[in-house]
Structures are given as C-alpha cells and as structure tokens.
C-alpha cells in the first residue's frame, strides 16, 4: 500500500534536524532549476515553453492529496498549464524562492532585460546566501555541542550518587540539600541561557 511504501520517509521527516535539511535540499533544488533553466534559455528555448520542458528533467512525487509546490516537477508542470490558460506562472506558489522567480520574470518582460541573465544572477545570490548559513552552522556547532553536554552533567551526577551509595532522594531530607538543588538547577538556566547567546552570537543573530 502507498502510505506503507511512504512510512520510513514520514519516519524520518521527524528526526532532530530534519527541517533544517529539508529546507537546504530544497534550497540547492531550486538553485539548480535556476541553473537549468538560463542554460536552456542561452541554449535558444522561449520562456513560454521552457517550464514544460524543464520538468521532465525531475522526478514527480506521488503524494496522496495533490498540493500547490508538492514537488519541482508538478510546479513546473502547474506553470505550464497556466502559460497555456494565459495566466502568469507561480500564481498559486507560496515562498521567497517562487516570489523571486516570479519577479525575474515580471522584469525581464517589462523592461526587456534577458532572462537568462536574471536567473544566473539570482543563483549566483542563492548560493553566496546557502554557503554563509552553512558557515553560520558550522560556527555554532561547538555552542550546542556544550549545551547538550551542561544538559546531561546533572544527570549523570545523579547517576554516580546513586553509584556511589547516596541516592538522590536523601539530599531533599534537609535545608542543605534543597539549597543545593536549588543552586544547582539555577545553575544550569544560567548555563542553558549562556549557551543559547553564544549559539545565537555564532550565527550571526543578535
């Protein structure tokens, strides 16, 4: 059955991380329509039959309910279908990227600049954007590498107290022990709070 062959890809969709990937595949999908596209523009393809053509070069999803942008083959197919009704393309696409090409499109057909131009132009800017967020991650990945470990100190503290004969439970029998718990769990917001700034600091946010 269908929604048994798509299980694993929903399965993983809900990995740490998995958005994050999903929207750089994405964003490296488009840039290569770009690419694809000013090439066969050069290559001395119109405009009007170009999206046709391009989505026969991606392959279609199969999902169960059909969606406006579900996949790069169906929107250039969907652009297709409304060149052929007169209307313009990416009309019913949500997102920065479709609202860009949309507005190459709009400007090379009103100010005559060349579309091919346009859209290698538009690529080029993408990847200088996808290569400076991988360098912001690559920043950042000491920073949540240290706040996953300040999560995990006071757990594993707790685990060698009860290694070592002193359960937990006998530090709440006194004043001590809440105050001691209370530091400690104070202890680790600040730590969390500290961690977060310089994550933040090392993506470049504020």
Known sequence: MRWAAEL??????WLPGSARRRRE?????????????????????????????????HEPCRPVVRRPGCCLHHALVDADAAILLGQPPWHEMTGRHWEQLAGCLSVSREAGVPLAGLLERLADALEDGQDAHQAREAASAGPRSTARLLGLLPVAGLGLSALAGAPPTDLLTGPLGWLVVGTG??????????????????EGGT
């Not at 694993?8 to 969709?13: F, N």
């Not at 769990?185 to 090392?202: F, I, N, S």
């Open 8 to 13: 694993p890809g929903r399965l993983l969709g």
């Open 25 to 57: 595949r994405e964003a490296e999908e488009f840039i290569t329509l770009l690419r694809q596209s000013a090439a066969l523009l050069q290559a001395g393809r119109r405009p009007e039959g170009l999206w046709a053509e391009l989505a026969g070069l």
């Open 185 to 202: 769990v104070a202890l680790a917001v600040v730590g969390h709070l500290w961690t977060r700034a310089l994550a933040r600091r090392a």
